[in-house]
T-cell receptor
Protein backbone atom coordinates (compact mmCIF):
# COMPACT_ATOMS: atom_id res chain seq x y z
CA UNK A 1 0.00 0.00 0.00
CA UNK A 2 1.14 3.49 -0.70
CA UNK A 3 1.91 5.88 2.11
CA UNK A 4 3.46 9.26 2.70
CA UNK A 5 5.52 10.36 5.70
CA UNK A 6 6.23 13.97 6.44
CA UNK A 7 9.10 14.38 8.86
CA UNK A 8 8.44 17.14 11.37
CA UNK A 9 4.93 18.29 12.17
CA UNK A 10 6.20 21.82 12.84
CA UNK A 11 9.02 23.70 11.17
CA UNK A 12 10.07 27.20 12.20
CA UNK A 13 12.35 29.41 10.11
CA UNK A 14 13.33 33.05 10.12
CA UNK A 15 12.21 35.31 7.31
CA UNK A 16 14.77 35.07 4.51
CA UNK A 17 16.04 31.65 5.59
CA UNK A 18 15.91 28.42 3.61
CA UNK A 19 12.71 26.42 3.86
CA UNK A 20 13.04 22.62 3.80
CA UNK A 21 10.00 20.42 4.31
CA UNK A 22 10.61 16.70 4.17
CA UNK A 23 8.50 14.03 2.53
CA UNK A 24 9.18 10.34 2.03
CA UNK A 25 6.90 7.98 0.19
CA UNK A 26 6.48 4.27 -0.14
CA UNK A 27 5.21 3.00 -3.41
CA UNK A 28 5.55 -0.21 -5.35
CA UNK A 29 5.17 1.60 -8.63
CA UNK A 30 6.53 4.93 -9.91
CA UNK A 31 4.35 7.42 -8.12
CA UNK A 32 2.80 10.73 -8.90
CA UNK A 33 3.84 13.13 -6.13
CA UNK A 34 2.36 16.44 -5.07
CA UNK A 35 2.82 19.26 -2.61
CA UNK A 36 -0.20 21.27 -1.48
CA UNK A 37 -0.47 24.32 0.76
CA UNK A 38 -3.41 25.10 3.04
CA UNK A 39 -3.93 28.52 4.58
CA UNK A 40 -6.19 28.84 7.65
CA UNK A 41 -9.85 28.18 6.93
CA UNK A 42 -9.16 27.49 3.27
CA UNK A 43 -8.96 24.53 0.94
CA UNK A 44 -5.83 23.07 -0.60
CA UNK A 45 -3.80 24.77 -3.32
CA UNK A 46 -1.41 22.83 -5.54
CA UNK A 47 2.19 24.03 -5.25
CA UNK A 48 3.79 21.55 -7.61
CA UNK A 49 3.66 17.97 -8.87
CA UNK A 50 6.03 15.29 -10.13
CA UNK A 51 4.80 13.02 -12.90
CA UNK A 52 7.98 11.26 -14.09
CA UNK A 53 9.33 14.06 -16.23
CA UNK A 54 12.15 16.20 -14.80
CA UNK A 55 13.24 15.18 -11.30
CA UNK A 56 13.53 18.81 -10.19
CA UNK A 57 10.09 20.33 -10.21
CA UNK A 58 9.46 24.05 -9.95
CA UNK A 59 6.20 25.27 -8.53
CA UNK A 60 4.43 28.45 -7.61
CA UNK A 61 5.59 31.07 -5.11
CA UNK A 62 9.26 30.13 -5.54
CA UNK A 63 8.93 26.57 -4.24
CA UNK A 64 10.60 23.58 -5.81
CA UNK A 65 11.00 19.89 -5.02
CA UNK A 66 13.39 17.18 -6.11
CA UNK A 67 12.32 13.60 -6.73
CA UNK A 68 14.99 11.17 -5.50
CA UNK A 69 14.03 7.62 -6.27
CA UNK A 70 17.00 6.11 -4.41
CA UNK A 71 15.91 7.88 -1.24
CA UNK A 72 12.15 7.64 -1.93
CA UNK A 73 11.98 11.33 -1.10
CA UNK A 74 10.30 14.42 -2.49
CA UNK A 75 11.41 17.26 -0.22
CA UNK A 76 10.05 20.78 -0.72
CA UNK A 77 12.41 23.76 -0.62
CA UNK A 78 12.37 27.51 -1.00
CA UNK A 79 15.58 29.56 -0.86
CA UNK A 80 14.16 32.48 1.11
CA UNK A 81 11.10 32.33 3.34
CA UNK A 82 8.49 35.08 3.35
CA UNK A 83 6.03 35.80 6.13
CA UNK A 84 3.24 34.90 3.69
CA UNK A 85 4.61 31.33 3.44
CA UNK A 86 3.32 30.53 6.94
CA UNK A 87 0.76 27.78 6.37
CA UNK A 88 0.17 24.02 6.50
CA UNK A 89 1.93 21.99 3.83
CA UNK A 90 0.89 18.53 2.67
CA UNK A 91 2.77 16.01 0.60
CA UNK A 92 0.56 13.59 -1.34
CA UNK A 93 0.97 10.57 -3.61
CA UNK A 94 -1.18 8.97 -6.26
CA UNK A 95 -0.59 5.57 -7.81
CA UNK A 96 -2.06 6.71 -11.11
CA UNK A 97 -2.70 9.78 -13.18
CA UNK A 98 -6.03 10.14 -11.37
CA UNK A 99 -5.13 13.27 -9.46
CA UNK A 100 -8.37 13.18 -7.51
CA UNK A 101 -7.38 10.02 -5.60
CA UNK A 102 -4.61 11.20 -3.35
CA UNK A 103 -2.99 9.81 -0.22
CA UNK A 104 -1.87 12.68 1.98
CA UNK A 105 0.78 12.93 4.65
CA UNK A 106 0.01 14.29 8.09
CA UNK A 107 1.10 17.78 7.19
CA UNK A 108 3.82 20.18 8.32
CA UNK A 109 3.04 23.55 9.83
CA UNK A 110 5.52 26.17 8.66
CA UNK A 111 6.08 29.10 10.98
CA UNK A 112 8.03 32.10 9.67
CA UNK A 113 9.53 34.40 12.27
CA UNK A 114 10.30 38.05 11.54
CA UNK B 1 -10.20 31.15 -6.09
CA UNK B 2 -10.64 27.78 -7.74
CA UNK B 3 -14.25 27.92 -8.92
CA UNK B 4 -15.15 24.98 -6.69
CA UNK B 5 -17.78 25.98 -4.17
CA UNK B 6 -18.99 24.05 -1.15
CA UNK B 7 -22.02 24.61 1.03
CA UNK B 8 -22.63 25.16 3.80
CA UNK B 9 -19.33 26.49 5.15
CA UNK B 10 -20.10 25.46 8.72
CA UNK B 11 -22.58 23.03 10.20
CA UNK B 12 -23.39 21.71 13.65
CA UNK B 13 -25.27 18.43 13.99
CA UNK B 14 -26.24 16.12 16.81
CA UNK B 15 -24.96 12.57 17.08
CA UNK B 16 -27.25 10.18 15.21
CA UNK B 17 -28.51 12.77 12.75
CA UNK B 18 -27.96 12.80 9.01
CA UNK B 19 -26.15 15.49 7.01
CA UNK B 20 -25.82 16.45 3.34
CA UNK B 21 -22.89 18.46 2.07
CA UNK B 22 -22.80 19.99 -1.40
CA UNK B 23 -20.10 20.70 -3.94
CA UNK B 24 -20.29 22.59 -7.20
CA UNK B 25 -17.45 21.63 -9.47
CA UNK B 26 -15.43 23.99 -11.60
CA UNK B 27 -16.96 24.72 -14.98
CA UNK B 28 -16.20 21.92 -17.43
CA UNK B 29 -15.05 19.45 -14.77
CA UNK B 30 -16.79 16.06 -14.66
CA UNK B 31 -14.97 14.43 -11.74
CA UNK B 32 -15.52 15.17 -8.05
CA UNK B 33 -13.54 13.68 -5.18
CA UNK B 34 -14.44 13.99 -1.48
CA UNK B 35 -12.03 14.07 1.43
CA UNK B 36 -12.34 14.13 5.22
CA UNK B 37 -9.75 16.17 7.12
CA UNK B 38 -9.81 15.68 10.87
CA UNK B 39 -8.22 18.35 13.03
CA UNK B 40 -4.43 18.22 12.77
CA UNK B 41 -4.48 15.49 10.11
CA UNK B 42 -4.06 15.25 6.39
CA UNK B 43 -7.12 14.79 4.18
CA UNK B 44 -8.37 11.21 3.72
CA UNK B 45 -9.98 10.09 0.47
CA UNK B 46 -13.65 9.15 0.88
CA UNK B 47 -14.76 8.50 -2.71
CA UNK B 48 -14.75 9.88 -6.22
CA UNK B 49 -17.54 10.38 -8.75
CA UNK B 50 -16.89 10.43 -12.48
CA UNK B 51 -19.73 11.17 -14.88
CA UNK B 52 -22.35 10.35 -12.22
CA UNK B 53 -20.83 6.98 -11.26
CA UNK B 54 -18.75 6.13 -8.20
CA UNK B 55 -15.16 5.70 -9.33
CA UNK B 56 -13.33 4.43 -6.30
CA UNK B 57 -13.82 4.53 -2.57
CA UNK B 58 -11.54 4.87 0.43
CA UNK B 59 -11.80 3.12 3.77
CA UNK B 60 -15.07 4.66 4.94
CA UNK B 61 -18.21 2.85 6.12
CA UNK B 62 -21.37 2.64 3.98
CA UNK B 63 -23.07 5.36 6.00
CA UNK B 64 -20.92 7.71 3.92
CA UNK B 65 -22.62 7.90 0.54
CA UNK B 66 -22.57 10.23 -2.40
CA UNK B 67 -24.24 11.35 -5.54
CA UNK B 68 -23.25 13.23 -8.65
CA UNK B 69 -25.78 15.07 -10.77
CA UNK B 70 -25.92 15.58 -14.56
CA UNK B 71 -24.38 19.04 -14.12
CA UNK B 72 -21.52 17.25 -12.26
CA UNK B 73 -22.21 18.89 -8.92
CA UNK B 74 -22.06 16.42 -6.07
CA UNK B 75 -23.41 15.62 -2.62
CA UNK B 76 -21.87 13.81 0.31
CA UNK B 77 -24.36 12.24 2.71
CA UNK B 78 -23.46 10.93 6.12
CA UNK B 79 -26.00 8.94 8.14
CA UNK B 80 -26.01 8.15 11.85
CA UNK B 81 -23.46 10.82 12.65
CA UNK B 82 -20.79 10.01 15.20
CA UNK B 83 -18.64 12.40 17.20
CA UNK B 84 -15.58 11.29 15.19
CA UNK B 85 -17.24 12.54 12.01
CA UNK B 86 -16.40 16.07 13.14
CA UNK B 87 -13.98 17.31 10.49
CA UNK B 88 -13.40 19.57 7.52
CA UNK B 89 -14.90 17.99 4.42
CA UNK B 90 -13.23 18.95 1.18
CA UNK B 91 -14.27 18.34 -2.37
CA UNK B 92 -12.00 18.55 -5.39
CA UNK B 93 -13.00 18.73 -9.02
CA UNK B 94 -10.99 17.73 -12.06
CA UNK B 95 -11.46 17.10 -15.75
CA UNK B 96 -11.68 13.41 -16.56
CA UNK B 97 -10.37 10.92 -14.06
CA UNK B 98 -7.01 9.31 -14.94
CA UNK B 99 -5.76 12.09 -17.18
CA UNK B 100 -3.21 13.81 -14.92
CA UNK B 101 -5.16 17.05 -14.86
CA UNK B 102 -5.03 19.19 -11.75
CA UNK B 103 -7.67 18.68 -9.09
CA UNK B 104 -8.97 21.96 -7.65
CA UNK B 105 -10.18 22.03 -4.06
CA UNK B 106 -13.04 23.94 -2.52
CA UNK B 107 -12.75 25.74 0.80
CA UNK B 108 -14.49 22.95 2.64
CA UNK B 109 -17.40 22.44 4.99
CA UNK B 110 -16.59 22.37 8.70
CA UNK B 111 -18.87 19.78 10.34
CA UNK B 112 -19.15 19.63 14.10
CA UNK B 113 -21.02 16.72 15.67
CA UNK B 114 -22.11 17.23 19.27
Amino acid sequence: AQSVTQLGSHVSVSEGALVLLRCNYSSSVPPYLFWYVQYPNQGLQLLLKYTSAATLVKGINGFEAEFKKSETSFHLTKPSAHMSDAAEYFCAVSRSSNTGKLIFGQGTTLQVKP
Amino acid sequence: ETGVTQSPTHLIKTRGQQVTLRCSSQSGHNTVSWYQQALGQGPQFIFQYYREEENGRGNFPPRFSGLQFPNYSSELNVNALELDDSALYLCASSLDADTNTEAFFGQGTRLTVV
